[in-house]
DNA sequence: TCAATAGTTCCGAATTTCCGAACTAAGGAA
DNA sequence: TTCCTTAGTTCGGAAATTCGGAACTATTGA
């Protein structure tokens, strides 16, 4: 019978921008790790229906697994569920201001012409 | 026989920032479009060997196409060949700092500790 | 008209993504 | 202990994407 392996994290100075832009690429894994950045909604199965779907629990494990691995998010068992949490801070220290910007890129989303 | 189509370009207002983000994490496409934000090289075959491999010509021009159609350059046909532009400006006015942030990240790239 | 150059399109192979079903892992309850 | 439940992972196959060589288009120049 086969173990689940242990999560992996990459350590600050190994996540590089490439993985960090995929997996922020996908409008399901920015809702996901927005809601994380923000504080709330620490479980998975808790951000399971962000938009209009239902996000399958298998796609949903691989969204937490993309975003984990690219070093988004740490994860960590605590009982039967998982703790998640935004990795934030040490990212806007290796990577100033980009989180911040692509947050706010999604946050503008539909076509609104910039009030000015 | 087939007739080649017309360049597509997004409007301003219709460029989506998941669409950037993807076109962004593919190393080849960030080194394409930081010769071109930085001015340099505007033609596809130019910038052919830019890392360690020759990138094939199909390659190439999807590599453009992508990039074209996420919004992030223009491309226009100038006789035999194409000058190609990045639009950072425009996108500068519409999700502030984003292309610095992710430019400035990749400039960053191997684990190096910040220097403070 | 023909040749050369620059880039695009086609299409098959290889890779990746998606998600249902089966499974693992931990916490109760009896 | 054994069974049940809940939370999430892994497996595996179908569907979608990506990659790149070969053929094609478009333009210039001889």
């Known amino acids: 019978m086969k173990f689940m392996r242990p999560l992996f994290h990459p350590a600050i100075e190994d996540i590089r921008p490439e993985a960090i832009l995929y997996a922020l690429s996908d409008p399901e894994r920015v809702a996901i790790f927005t809601q994380l950045a923000a504080g709330c909604g620490v479980t998975c199965s808790a951000l399971a229906d962000l ?64 009030a000015d």
Do not use: W
């Not at 209009?52 to 994860?75: A, D, Q, Y």
């Not at 009982?79 to 706010?104: H, K």
């Open 51 to 114: 938009g209009e779907r239902t996000i399958p629990k298998s796609s949903l494990s691989n969204h937490f697994k993309v975003l984990r691995e690219s070093g988004l998010i740490r994860s960590e068992r605590q009982g039967v569920e998982m703790r998640n949490q935004s990795r934030c801070a040490e990212l806007d220290e290796r990577f100033p201001g980009l989180i911040e910007a692509i947050l706010t890129a999604y946050r503008q989303r539909p076509g609104q012409p910039k």
